[in-house]
């Protein structure tokens, strides 16, 4: 398999994809620690893989709220063996990293993409690093001058909508201008980093018209804080893993509007919800449906329905 070089070497035709999130670092906010351990590491990959995911998104340094920065040899040494792996056993991954040698280690490795959270603008090698390795590349949004922690709120100017579009002009004339090809180049609205609450559901409701601009898009709400509290807000109980099930209605609902890819933790729910979003869009052309297994009406349901033909349950 020869990694991608263009964006359209990893999409997947008529749905969005599906990235998975291996973190090995001892901090990220949720699973912190987990996968740590390279063969761990892997088989957790497996699993994200076997569940549905299109692409394993790699990363050996956290940027959770208060987070710091790791050594770049520890970076590298955390993800280049997995992406090693990984590439071996046929599986697209992708590098999350905000360095040039890690990106330029990980492409020698044989990643498809370079997921840089600050745009290219924490390493000033980065955009080259990522024109010579050929690789398609996600460029995020995230207003901040030390990229260390993802922590606080920056000031957007007022119209944090405007401010994502305003910067993506930036990041994509300076990838652009450093030799990444504009067919290789995906763009990410940075939720969760230095935004408040009000400012990702701005840029959540905002997702239709940043979808009708030139590049892919990216989109990466799992588990975040602002999910987290929609539970909070109603007295529920609430912490990172309780957000799965509001991550997958934001992957259900920006895959219906065309996202490019969403970025999750938990693979299973959010690969069910662009597979409906992909079979609502293509409504009675939808080839498929018949491969379900068991029967709703020879006793699968364990006796507690009577009768099927009015759908009535004792």
Not at 199 to 209: G, M, Q, R, S, T
Request: contains cysteine; aromatic residues 4%.
């Amino acid at each position: 398999m020869q990694p991608a070089a263009r964006v359209s070497d990893v999409s997947v035709p008529g749905r969005t994809l599906v990235m998975g999130i291996v973190n090995v670092t001892e901090d990220s906010f949720s699973d912190g620690g987990r996968w740590l351990n390279h063969e761990t590491a892997i088989a957790h990959a497996r699993e994200l893989v076997a569940a549905g995911a299109d692409m394993i998104d790699v990363g050996g340094e956290s940027t959770r709220p208060g987070a710091v920065r790791v050594e770049e040899r520890d970076e590298i040494e955390r993800v280049v063996p997995v992406i090693e792996a990984l590439h071996a056993e046929g599986i697209r991954t992708s590098v999350d990293t905000m360095r040039a040698a890690t990106a330029a280690a990980a492409a020698a490795a044989g990643v498809d993409m370079v997921n840089d959270v600050s745009g290219g603008l924490a390493d000033p090698e980065m955009f080259a690093a990522m024109a010579d390795a050929g690789r398609t590349v996600c460029l995020m949004h995230w207003r901040t001058e030390k990229f260390g922690s993802a922590a606080g709120t920056a000031n957007h100017g007022g119209d944090v909508v405007r401010d994502v579009h305003q910067v993506f002009d930036e990041l994509v004339a300076a990838a652009v201008k450093a030799g990444v090809r504009e067919d290789a180049i995906v763009l990410d609205p940075g939720l969760g980093f230095a935004k408040s609450p009000q400012d990702n559901w701005a840029l959540l409701h905002a997702l239709p018209e940043f979808l009708d601009g030139p590049f892919p898009l990216l989109v990466g709400a799992s588990r975040k804080r602002f999910l987290a509290a929609v539970r909070a807000d109603r007295g529920a109980e609430s912490n990172p893993l309780l957000a799965d099930p509001a991550t997958a209605a934001v992957t259900a609902i920006s895959a219906h509007l065309g996202a490019w890819g969403v970025r999750v933790h938990e693979v299973g729910a959010s690969r069910d919800a662009v597979d409906v979003a992909a079979a609502w869009a293509r409504g009675k052309d939808y080839a498929g449906g018949e491969g379900a297994s068991g029967s709703y009406a020879n006793g699968a349901d364990h006796g507690t329905v009577a009768t099927t033909a009015l759908g009535k349950a004792k």
